[in-house]
Every structure is written in structure tokens, then in C-alpha cells.
């Protein structure tokens, strides 16, 4: 097992920020959406336009399913 790398300190709004070493692969991705909107990448900014792009993709799935 890999020793990961964790840090978080709260916010005056009640939020937490934390920093976190993890790996750049699909289980990152995964981890990540399955929040939701409980969690805000910050950095690195690729990760960030990744998960946008997912989350349009996402979208555009289920945007013309017929009920």
C-alpha cells in the first residue's frame, strides 16, 4: 500500500479545505463525481476541466431519454 499524503484545515464558512495526494487515473475520476457538488476541485486545473467534461458528458446521456 502507498502512504497518502493528507491535510485539511476549515474554513471560516464551515468549510473544509483539504489537500490530498492521489493517483491521475479513472478511479480519481470516480471518487471525485461520486461527491457531487459536496466537493470543489481547486487545483490542478486539468482535473477540474476533466470533471467538467464528464459532467456535460453526463448530461448530454440522459438530456433526450424518453420517460
Do not use: C
Not at 470543489?40 to 477540474?48: M, N, Y
Amino acid at each position: 500500500f502507498r502512504r497518502v499524503l493528507f491535510r485539511s484545515h476549515p474554513n471560516e464558512d464551515g468549510t473544509f479545505t483539504v489537500t490530498i495526494e492521489l493517483p491521475n487515473d479513472a478511479w480519481l475520476y470516480g471518487f471525485l463525481l461520486s461527491f457531487g457538488t459536496a466537493v470543489k476541485v481547486i487545483e490542478p486545473q486539468h482535473v477540474r476541466d476533466y470533471l467538467l467534461s464528464m459532467a456535460d458528458r453526463i448530461k448530454n446521456f440522459y438530456k433526450d431519454d424518453i420517460r
